[in-house]
């Protein structure tokens, strides 16, 4: 029941911004975005999330499009250890929680 | 920090073994979960709690129970191990409310069934 598409992998070099887009076409209203992030053999990690307005924290920051259609992570100075699977995830906080569908995510590559 | 914590990192069981695996965690969250992690397949929630004693179905409940005796412990349970059930356990809490998709998760449990 995905209710988001990303690009099955990416490279990025170390130092640079790493900019990771995210559709989600059929948001409605009420739904939010949210970030996760899994690194090799570990846990996911809550990054961020965000409504309509653009969100920053000490790890990254969203912008989502005016009409909510699509969002991009930006890490904005990537290390060799933002190598993970980022998760793109839409719901709303009244869902339950068996629709918290993490999917097949993008595999962020940085690279010295 | 939020700090979730797994009883073991790696657990190799016999077929038709009672398993036992704990999450412990320690920022007085109500919400805790069970999810299994397999390649092609995503996360998926086994189980969740929203309070002490409390638990939900998730989405693949079969085979496995769940106890909530105390606020910081979740223990996830199969009743009987089967070679279909060796996989990567996580464990996540949260806050209740409307922040309570801010999931914290445990480090896994790599759990193989011979």
């Known amino acids: 029941d995905a209710k988001t598409t990303q690009p099955t992998s990416m490279d990025c070099a170390e130092g640079r911004a790493a900019n990771l887009p995210c559709n989600h076409s059929?948001?409605?209203?009420?739904?939010?975005v949210y970030w996760y992030r899994q690194i090799h053999s570990q846990g996911p990690q809550y990054i961020i999330h965000?409504?309509?307005n653009n969100e920053t924290n000490e790890m990254a920051s969203l912008i989502i499009t005016e009409d909510r259609k699509s969002s991009t992570l930006i890490l904005p100075h990537a290390t060799l250890r933002d190598t993970a699977v980022y998760y793109c995830?839409?719901?709303?906080?009244?869902?339950?929680?068996?629709?918290?569908?993490f999917g097949s995510g993008t595999k962020l590559n940085v690279k010295p | 920090d939020v700090k979730v914590t797994q009883s073991s990192r790696y657990l190799v069981k016999r077929t038709g073994e009672k398993v036992f695996l704990e999450c412990v965690q320690d920022?007085?969250?109500?919400?805790m979960f069970w999810y299994r992690q397999d390649p092609g397949l995503g996360l998926r929630l086994i189980y969740f709690?929203?309070?002490?004693?409390?638990?939900e179905k998730g989405d693949i409940p079969e085979g496995y129970s769940v106890s909530r005796e105390k606020k910081e412990r979740f223990s996830l349970i199969l009743e009987s191990a089967s070679t279909n059930q060796t996989s990567m356990y996580l464990c996540?809490?949260?806050?209740?409310?409307?922040?309570?998709?801010?999931?914290?998760f445990g480090p896994g449990t790599r759990l193989t069934v011979t």
């Open positions: 965000g409504l309509k």
């Open positions: 709690s929203y309070d002490v004693k409390m638990k």
């Open positions: 920022m007085d969250h109500e919400n």
């Open positions: 996540a809490s949260s806050p209740p409310g409307m922040y309570s998709y801010e999931q914290y």
């Open positions: 995830i839409v719901r709303s906080p009244g869902d339950n929680f068996n629709k918290f569908y």
């Open positions: 059929t948001i409605s209203g009420n739904e939010y």
